[in-house]
């Protein structure tokens, strides 16, 4: 595994001047000072729920900044990759948001797409065109998703990158989501890092370990506002 830290300070704030003094910290995993935590009951659901209400008490300020400085490092990756069909999310509860990230992308007229319920198929997911003139709709957690049409579907092995969404990751690549598996039934579909899933989060959604079942797999790259982590 290879981590490369990005410029932060202490509290996983991002560094606001232009000095180029090189401050680095390795964001420890959530301190577990919330009160009503049980650190000892290590249960998905105990996860998430912690682990939503940390990224949720971030005030807007922080998430805007944060958003940005992550946005660049997910750029430079993009780029790197010469990613040019990239499913991105929509963002909502407190993650770390995509559009800042979605602008500049339009700009560089790579081709975006957004995770769709799949109508019929429980559980699955659909990624699905997004413009600036995209039509769209809620879906039934109230998230932001293209209206469906067949012709702006695209099959997950034709994307080169997915930037997926988390409530909860480790070290080890490892990750949790929402709790539906969307996620899980997407990312088996992945051969060879065809398309390449990054994950993308706050540095305090990081945990010392995500309790892992058959069906999960971990993440090969994972981006934060201070990190890189290359599994
Ligand atoms: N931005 C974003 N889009 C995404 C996901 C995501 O994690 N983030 N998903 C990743 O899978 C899919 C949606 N999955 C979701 C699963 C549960 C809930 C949710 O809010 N659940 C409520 C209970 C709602 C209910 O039961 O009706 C909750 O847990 O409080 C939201 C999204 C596709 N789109
Ligand atoms: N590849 C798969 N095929 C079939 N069922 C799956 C698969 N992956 C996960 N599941 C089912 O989905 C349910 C939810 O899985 P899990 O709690 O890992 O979701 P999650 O990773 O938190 O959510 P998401 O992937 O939507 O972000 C599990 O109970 C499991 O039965």
Not at 128 to 136: A, E, G, H
Request: aromatic share 8%; hydrophobic share 40%.
């Amino acid at each position: 595994m290879s981590i490369s830290r990005f410029m932060t300070n202490k509290d996983h704030r991002p560094v606001t001047s232009t000095s180029s003094a090189r401050i680095s910290y390795f964001a420890k995993p959530t301190e577990l000072e919330d009160p009503l935590f049980d650190s000892t009951d290590m249960s998905r659901d105990n996860i998430r729920r912690h682990i939503r209400q940390e990224r949720n008490s971030l005030s807007s300020e922080e998430q805007n900044q944060l958003a940005l400085i992550a946005s660049r490092h997910m750029l430079a990756e993009i780029q790197a990759q010469s990613a040019q069909h990239v499913a991105l999310y929509f963002t909502q509860d407190g993650e770390l948001a995509t559009q800042k990230l979605i602008e500049a992308l339009w700009e560089l007229d790579i081709n975006l797409y957004l995770p769709c319920i799949h109508p019929f198929s429980k559980g699955h997911l659909l990624f699905v065109r997004y413009d600036r003139d995209s039509v769209m709709v809620n879906n039934k957690y109230g998230i932001s998703e293209p209206q469906l049409n067949v012709q702006h579907i695209i099959p997950v092995d034709k994307l080169d990158m997915i930037i997926t969404p988390m409530v909860a990751f480790d070290e080890h690549g490892n990750r949790m989501g929402m709790g539906s598996g969307y996620y899980d039934r997407t990312l088996a579909q992945v051969t060879n890092n065809k398309p390449l899933a990054v994950g993308f989060a706050h540095d305090c959604q990081q945990v010392s370990q995500v309790p892992t079942d058959f069906w999960d797999i971990p993440l090969p790259v994972i981006i934060t506002p201070t990190r890189r982590l290359a599994i």
